[in-house]
């Protein structure tokens, strides 16, 4: 799955909320990635939104016509490679973007976001839509 495109949390909302320059990029493609964490962040997000069921079974649609992928031994490497990485470079960046971008960086996923701070991250192939 090399080479594929990723989702980051901020991206699949817009999509989720109709975004026509997120939504015409994502159906042109031929597989969306959604990394486990993104699932899971979406998940609460629906569940904690005030109309929890209709999100609920919108962002599970959504998750089920994606390939999400289970993390591995080798995730778990990835993840203390970034963020030992990231400690040492001084430019933290929130825990679940940390599995983000080690699940993207292990699958030489392309992760698409709208957070900056993934561009700190080495190896990550970033795009911003």
Same mark, same amino acid.
């Given at each position: ?9 901020? #991206?699949a ?19 969306? #990635?959604? +990394?486990?964490?993104? #699932?899971?962040?979406?998940? /609460? ?16 649609? /959504? &998750? *089920? !016509?994606?390939?999400?992928? +289970? ?5 778990? &490497? ?5 963020? /030992? ?6 430019? +933290?960046? +929130?825990?679940? *973007?940390?599995?983000? !971008? ?13 957070d ?5 991250? *080495? ?7």
């Amino acid at each position: 799955m090399a080479g594929e495109i990723a989702l980051d949390t901020s #991206v699949a909302i817009r999509y989720l909320n109709g975004d026509e320059v997120v939504v015409q990029r994502v159906l042109a493609l031929s597989n969306v #990635v959604l +990394p486990l964490t993104v #699932v899971g962040e979406l998940l /609460f997000g629906a569940a904690n939104s005030a109309r929890a069921a209709n999100n609920l079974t919108r962002y599970l649609a /959504f &998750i *089920d !016509a994606c390939s999400v992928v +289970p993390m591995r031994q080798e995730t778990a &490497i990835a993840y203390y490679q970034v963020r /030992f990485n990231l400690k040492q470079k001084g430019k +933290p960046i +929130p825990e679940n *973007d940390v599995w983000i !971008a080690a699940q993207c960086v292990e699958n030489q996923w392309t992760l698409v976001t709208n957070d900056a701070h993934f561009g700190n991250v *080495d190896g990550l192939t970033v795009e911003n839509w």
